[in-house]
């Protein structure tokens, strides 16, 4: 590996996210005030896969965090899900797909399919949260620091990503950050997004019968 603060350095699949969550796809256009934090929800009780063809990141940072979220899809119950935050101030995506299953009664199975920036034109997000369980990806890292302080990540304390999300790290705790991620071959699966300007060229939204190989983003 090279230089921790020097350089680039490639990792294959490093577990780290990318790309937006169904609900945010709402908000595509619209967004938090410049330098906000990530907004605040209850997470829903399902998780969601991703893929890309190719995510371009500039200002990352990555440390972990707690969701807390509903159980299931049924009752109140809620409970702390352990994750991976990775962040970045702006970020460029291509051939971007993210998809969801749902059990509907009567039905079956039924996914929910989102397709963006595959048409010449990428996707754009500044200020971009993202909450991931796993991932598998090629990873190239610019001017990477390895074992920083989260609560140091800060671009207002001189860090290289966006604002610290939430009260959910460990200020203290391990974190990294670059200049520079660039991803290729993503496939993830993530429990939230969120991200201040969101926009999604070529948007392409799918009810499908179903789920697995051909009808899931994989």
Not at 32 to 42: E, K, R, T
Not at 73 to 90: H, M, Y
Not at 185 to 213: C, H, I, N, P, Y
Request: hydrophobic fraction near 40%.
């Amino acid at each position: 590996m090279e230089s921790a603060t020097r350089g680039g350095t490639r990792w294959k699949r490093f577990a780290l996210v990318m790309v937006p969550s169904v609900a945010a796809t709402a908000a595509i256009g619209v967004g938090l005030a410049q330098g906000a934090l990530a907004a605040s929800f209850a997470v829903s009780g399902q998780e969601f896969k991703v893929t890309a063809g190719y995510l371009d990141g500039h200002g990352f940072a990555q440390y972990g965090g707690v969701d807390m979220g509903y159980k299931d899809l049924k009752g109140d119950e809620k409970v702390a899900r352990p994750v991976a935050i990775s962040t970045f101030r702006n970020a460029s995506i291509t051939d971007m797909c993210q998809s969801v299953v749902t059990d509907v009664p009567f039905v079956g199975k039924v996914t929910l399919r989102l397709k963006a920036g595959d048409k010449g034109t990428a996707v754009q997000a500044k200020n971009l949260y993202l909450d991931v369980s796993e991932l598998d990806a090629n990873a190239k890292f610019t001017n990477i620091d390895i074992g920083v302080a989260a609560k140091d990540t800060d671009e207002g304390s001189g860090g290289k990503g966006p604002a610290v999300k939430d009260k959910s790290i460990l200020p203290n705790g391990f974190a990294q950050q670059a200049e520079r991620a660039e991803l290729t071959g993503v496939k993830q699966k993530a429990w939230a997004t969120t991200a201040g300007t969101f926009e999604l060229s070529g948007l392409s939204m799918r009810l499908l019968r179903g789920s697995g190989d051909g009808i899931e983003c994989y």
